[in-house]
């Protein structure tokens, strides 16, 4: 019966030395987590064969224009801001474009132009189209992939690769070997 007491007091020692330990350890995860993931890990940009896409001439302000990129399984869309963005091509450095298959379980998805997002219809993602397509709420696990532009001396918009991993893609490249996993 004696001993009791002591290895009850042990316990507590150590209980409270654990928890000392992952109270330390939690601040130290929300510390890192409070810190944006762009920030931290810069995304992997995979460069594809360039494509023309369209001419400046072509866009309006604020109205998508469908594309397939990189190639005809991968639709997306190409917007003309009206403001200039970060990662935005052109005179003006507002156009972008983006993959419009949701990371999270490849729906289609669609533009918003009242706040310039891209939504998902499945589980109501929501991507930024004025941050490089950072995602807002939703499941998804990802940005979405923006693709990268260029713009020539005559206007022509070309794509020449993605920051993210596309939708259905076990990886970003095009070969004879690349496997695209379809929704069943």
């Given at each position: 019966m004696k001993e009791?007491?002591?290895?009850?007091?042990?316990?507590?020692?150590?209980?409270?030395?654990?928890?000392?330990?992952?109270?330390a350890?939690?601040?130290?995860?929300?510390?890192?987590?409070?810190?944006?993931?762009?920030?931290?890990?810069?995304a992997a940009r995979v460069d594809y064969p360039a494509?023309?896409?369209?001419?400046?001439?072509?866009?309006?302000?604020n109205e998508p224009m469908q594309i397939a990129y990189p190639d005809a399984d991968s639709p997306g869309v190409l917007i003309k801001l009206?403001?200039?963005?970060?990662?935005?091509?052109?005179?003006d450095r507002d156009i972008v474009a983006y993959s419009t298959l949701c990371p999270h379980k490849g729906f289609?998805?669609?533009?918003?132009?009242?706040?310039k997002t891209l939504s998902c219809p499945g589980h109501f993602s929501r991507f930024d189209c004025e941050k490089e397509g950072q995602q807002v709420w939703g499941h998804a696990t990802q940005n979405l992939a923006m693709?990268?532009?260029?713009?020539?001396?005559?206007?022509?918009?070309?794509?020449?690769?993605?920051d993210e991993l596309i939708y259905g893609r076990t990886r970003n490249v095009l070969s004879e070997n690349t496997v695209s996993l379809r929704r069943g």
């Open positions: 009791c007491p002591r290895l009850a007091a042990l316990g507590r020692r150590q209980f409270l030395r654990g928890g000392a330990v992952a109270a350890g939690a601040a130290a995860v929300s510390v890192v987590s409070t810190t944006p993931a762009r920030a931290v890990v810069p494509s023309r896409l369209a001419n400046v001439r072509d866009l309006k302000v009206g403001t200039p963005v970060d990662g935005g091509a052109g005179p289609p998805l669609a533009y918003d132009s009242t706040d693709f990268r532009l260029t713009v020539d001396t005559a206007g022509d918009i070309r794509a020449v690769g993605a």
